[in-house]
């Protein structure tokens, strides 16, 4: 690997580092280049006591789904808004755009093409925001876990805050994974984006990994 240059210029934050990927191997990330915000994002600052309990009570009732299906469990996802299983009685329900979303549903295996993707959406959702790894292939790859083009862990590239196992699960899976969901956020659990962003240098090493064509666009988060 080429030597890594040190910028004595450069606040430490934005310097060029090696860091340590799952398998062991080292990896060179580059934050000027790797990430796509001009500042390094900040976690989300949990606040004290009632508010804070208040605020997560007002979240956990107001999930706004991002729809982007990639995987072949997202043909569950439409049957929750007919009136068979109607998901706005809980308060989910779809949006178009990952502005107006904090639920990031990954509906099945994620390939690498679009894990790019599913990456530059999740990033641009307002915090705080929530992912949901749906079937059995985001939590060990399933029926593709040894697929040339597909991710067999969702955690190492994007924070999971809750699965719903299954092949596929069903429609009545998923409403209860809502529930699971819920019940995270109203007890404080549902931070898992502030592990993203302090986290940042090793997700970025596992995403870099696997994405060769790694041109990404710079975006404020
Ligand atoms: S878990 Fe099954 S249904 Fe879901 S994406 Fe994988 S193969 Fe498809």
Avoid at 28 to 51: I, T
Avoid at 65 to 70: A, K, N, S
Avoid at 106 to 126: D, F, N, W
């Amino acid at each position: 690997m080429e030597e890594v240059k040190k910028d004595k210029f450069l606040k430490p934050e934005y310097e060029v580092r090696e860091v340590e990927a799952p398998d062991g191997s080292i990896i060179k990330v580059d934050p000027l280049n790797d990430y796509y915000s001009q500042e390094k994002p900040e976690p989300y600052k949990v606040k004290e006591g009632p508010v804070e309990k208040f605020l997560n009570w007002a979240r956990a009732e107001s999930l706004w789904v991002l729809g982007f299906g990639t995987g072949c469990g997202s043909i569950e996802i439409p049957p929750l808004v007919t009136p068979r299983f109607d998901m706005y009685r809980f308060g989910v329900q779809m949006r178009a755009t990952p502005r107006q979303s904090n639920v990031f549903i990954i509906s099945g295996y994620l390939s690498v093409k679009t894990l790019k993707r599913a990456i530059r959406a999740y990033e641009q959702m307002p915090s705080p925001k929530y992912v949901i790894g749906l079937g059995s292939c985001t939590i060990n790859g399933g029926m593709y876990y040894d697929s040339y083009n597909t991710i067999n862990r969702l955690d190492h590239y994007l924070p999971v805050d809750a699965y719903i196992a299954g092949c596929m699960p069903r429609p009545e899976a998923l409403l209860a994974g809502f529930g699971e969901l819920k019940k995270l956020i109203k007890e404080g659990k549902g931070h898992k984006a502030n592990e993203y962003v302090e986290n940042l240098d090793w997700y970025k090493a596992n995403q870099r990994k696997i994405i060769k064509d790694w041109n990404m666009p710079d975006y404020n988060w």
